[in-house]
């Protein structure tokens, strides 16, 4: 018998239309040293002219320069599909001459977002919540190095429980092909040997056809991403008019998959996994942030430490178990706690009577 | 005086003569020549840069061979200084090249103190000149001299302008060393960026006081290109050591997607200028110029620092020898009288430490005694207490027998008895347990009393004989 049509297919239809007539935003945070086409790159990405005007400081103004944390908000259209892209830009990052703790900034930049979340979550009135919280953090990796740099190295390690982050090899029209492929094996190697998490793309389903399973592959394996940015569309001698960098012995497109990996990050950014990157930030670090506020408020002192209820991307299916979990354990401390202290008394009472009772015998 | 009037006269009659025929010292440039060739060349680099920015891979290529290096990790604590010597030679000219590298520059979080091991370092070339040239045995022209002739400093790409690293460095090092600022790393940059940053680098190198060498424009010969030159400054190159072919032949280049970037095409990157300013050009005039300006100017701040000076306050020159010899006759005051008082010192050190160890001897002593004499009086009282305990044992032996004989006198009396009194007594005896040692030996009275008749008449000799104590009913009762 043909089963009768219920229509519960048209959901996805329906979300999409919803989340069409919302609207999307993303934060997208960039850092790096000056001069390694940071802001090139984003104009690149998002098509746009955000750093029009700029002022770009001399290196004698540099070398006592404090990181500054600018926000550029502008809104994009695609096809009817709006987005509040937010652009955090760290100029100053690594320019000083004495560069110690010069990331602290933006590690309380992220912990602030996160804190105003918090607050307008647990607040009364939460029609109109303002998400500022950094969705992604593009970090910019000089190709002019033999891997990561000591300053690299501590300012992932203070961020990389907090935000998602996607290195990327800059300016990488400097390397050939060998070089390229020896240095993302370096730098992989060095975040494997130093600790640090990175965003892991998700594990693709098992159901999937087989160029996607690829693509996923070969995704993961150009890790990280070696990108060129360019702002000058090239028109001459081209088929076509295309971003590009124009050389005395050839032309840079950077459109072209075999030049640079600029278009799978776009692809990785923006097309696939803008939306892994927000709910990411909202399961996994929010979660961590506001678990560890929440301890932190309510046992203060307690030599416990928040990071045994670390949440991993695999487990944030028993997200909701954790605090439950927390306070039965709390419980049943507290049992045991009771059983000995009862125990105890038992003992001395028996204890007490025993020589009671020898004194009555010997008397 | 007549040293001085002889000089004069030699100012006043220098004149211009003309020569009748063909002498011949016009070969004095050769023999010059032919001297230094066999006494080989020696020239010294310094390349300064960040870790990765291609210093090695440039000195490569730009004197075609291979220097072995390895590669430098990112995370040394602080910068120091490599040098390598290297002999080399090019048709009948030896070249003794020492090229020195700054390992772990640029690396470090603070970078504060960057600058410090390379100019510790140049100065302590200059040093070594200086010590081999104040020496009495000299042997200058055979020494090795390894002061820097040129410090190449490499500048990171970044299209914008110079780091504030680099400025700091460069400004410490202009009035030591010759300094020709490069581009590394140049193919990444295109035309029109590359002439806007060659622009800005020497704006700001200019406006912050930095001298960097400057060709020298004095030589009618070399005026032109090295003039030309000077406006290309800073050079970009690109260093590669890996050969391509391009057309029908073998290029140094390096070899990317979109095309070749060829080491030695004036179009592509400055890597010819380079060489040729460098070695094929002025390699004699930095050499010069190091000895001539920046050594010499290290020799008079050390010297002026020494005490040394020019001229008298009469504005007689001074002889070295003179405040050389002075200066010695003072050193040695001085030593004598810092020994003097480090003998002092020592002599009183050891009067103290002497009186101090005697008056622990003396306390040592006095404790001694002290704990004789207390452990005398211990033993004394310890004697008086044993004595005062025998006096007891004594007494208790001697009341315990008299306790027992009169126990024995009166169970005797008591044997007519009956049994039940028994019980009594052994109740009696029982509930009063105190008496642990009075009633096993009361026990044994009484057992022997039922046994053995009273045979004491009066109690007084009951007394003496416990047996007859025990029987007698009267003294029973009371007894108990």
Known sequence: MDKEYVGFATLPSQVHRKSVKRGFDFTLMVAGESGLGKSTLVDSLFLTDLYSERKILNAEERISQTLEITRNAVEIEERGVKVKLTIVDTPGFGDAVDNADCWTPIARYINEQFEQYFRDESGLNRKNIQDNRVHCLLYFISPCGHGLRPIDVEFLKAVHDKVNIVPVIAKSDTLTPREVKNLKQRVRDEIEEFGITIYQFPDCDSDEDEEFKQQDTALKDSFPFAVIGSNTVI?????????????????????????????KLRNMLIQTHMQDLKDVTQEVHYENYRAQCIQNLSRSGAKERASRNKISRQSITELSLVPLADTEKLIREKDEELRRMQEMLQKMQQQMQQSQGEQSDTL | MAATDIDKSSNEEKRNLSLGGHVGFDSLPDQLVSK???????FNILCVGETGIGKSTLMNTLFNTTFENEEASHYQNGVYLRPRTYDLQESNVHLKLTIVDTVGFGDQINKEQSYKPIVDYIDTQFENYLQEELKIKRALFNCHDT???????????????LKSLDLVTMKKLDSKVNIIPIIAKADTISKSELHKFKIKIMSELVSNGVQIYQFPTDDEAVTEINASMNAHLPFAVVGSTEEVKVGNKLVRARQYPWGVVQVENESHCDFVKLREMLIR????????????????????????????????????PFSLQETYEAKRKEFMGDLQHKEEEMRQMFVNKVKETEAELKEKERELHDKFEQLKRMHQEEKRKVEEKRRDLEEEMNAFNRRKVAAETLQAQSLQAASQQPLKKDKDKKKSVKTENQSGANLSSSKVMIAKANMEPLNCDSWWQAMQCCTCLVKNAAWREGFF
């Not at chain 2, 002061?147 to 302008?161: D, K, M, N, Q």
């Not at chain 2, 050499?287 to 010499?296: C, D, I, K, L, M």
């Open chain 2, 281 to 316: 050009v002025n390699m004699e005039d930095l050499r010069e110029q190091t000895h001539a300006r920046h050594y010499e100017l290290y020799r008079r701040c050390k010297l002026e620092e020494m005490g040394f000076k020019d001229t008298d306050p009469d504005s007689q």
């Open chain 2, 36 to 42: 230094s060739v066999a006494q080989g060349f020696c």
């Open chain 2, 147 to 161: 002061r820097i002739h040129i410090c190449l400093y490499f500048i990171a790409p970044t299209g914008h302008s």
């Open chain 1, 235 to 263: 028109r001459e001698n081209v088929e076509r008019p295309m971003r590009g960098r124009v050389y005395p012995w050839g032309v840079v497109e950077v459109d072209n998959p075999s030049h640079c990996d600029f278009v």
